[in-house]
């Protein structure tokens, strides 16, 4: 199967699974040199392998219909991240509630609660809120995958979320912790807790 098509079959699955409502959220897949990327406007849940957008690796737009606003902020953390050959963004509703809130830390933003957390997602560093499309933006989600090497998803400030994989069904599968653990975050608020050590986390590292 292409990027393409993998692109699509993702897309479909994180449509059915309400975490990219209406045309929010955007994939991307890196093969033969180039990103091939969403469209802007798209639904990830009708996308087309045919009519995905194509950009070199330094996030120009060279084929295809033009490209989610956020294509800038793929080509800057593939750069950050070159052995990533996926990029999933979405605005799922639990990470993004999650994305709201304050006071959480901003190098890891979520207690480690399930050792299936610790090793899909890693860490969770949370990067500063600049405006959907600004070029300012591709930066601070490049540098929040920067500040720590065994984070596999970013936390973007009232925005949601961006996992990086080894292919898109693993930037996928990241991406669908990351909400579970969001969603789990809410439903234990106010109840003691026991999350992994710190010990637990590295063991499964």
């Known amino acids: ?54 950009l070199d690796l330094d996030g120009t737009h060279v084929d295809g219909p033009r490209p989610t606003k956020e294509a800038v902020l793929h080509a800057a953390v593939y750069r950050e991240r070159p052995a990533a050959r996926a990029i999933v963004h979405t605005h799922s509703p639990w990470a993004l509630a999650l994305s709201c809130l304050a006071g959480l830390d901003r190098d890891d933003a979520l207690p480690h609660y399930t050792p299936y957390y610790t090793m899909r997602v890693g860490t969770l560093p949370r990067v500063r809120y600049v405006a959907p499309g600004a070029p300012e933006l591709a930066a601070a989600c490049a540098e929040g995958f920067a500040r720590d090497p065994r984070a596999k998803a ?31 975050h809410f439903t234990l608020a106010g109840h003691l807790v026991a999350p992994l050590t710190p010990a637990e986390q590295d063991a499964l590292r």
């Open 154 to 184: 970013v936390l973007l400030d009232r925005h949601g979320l961006v996992a990086v994989g080894a292919s898109v069904e693993d930037a996928a599968a990241i991406a669908e912790e990351l909400e579970l653990a969001a969603r789990l």
């Open 1 to 54: 199967m292409s990027a393409a098509e993998r692109i699509v079959e993702l897309g479909a699955r994180l449509d059915t699974l309400g975490m990219c409502p209406g045309t929010s959220g955007n994939i991307s897949a890196i093969e033969g040199g180039r990103i091939l990327v969403s469209p802007t406007g798209a639904r990830l849940g009708a996308l087309v392998a045919a009519e995905l957008s194509v």
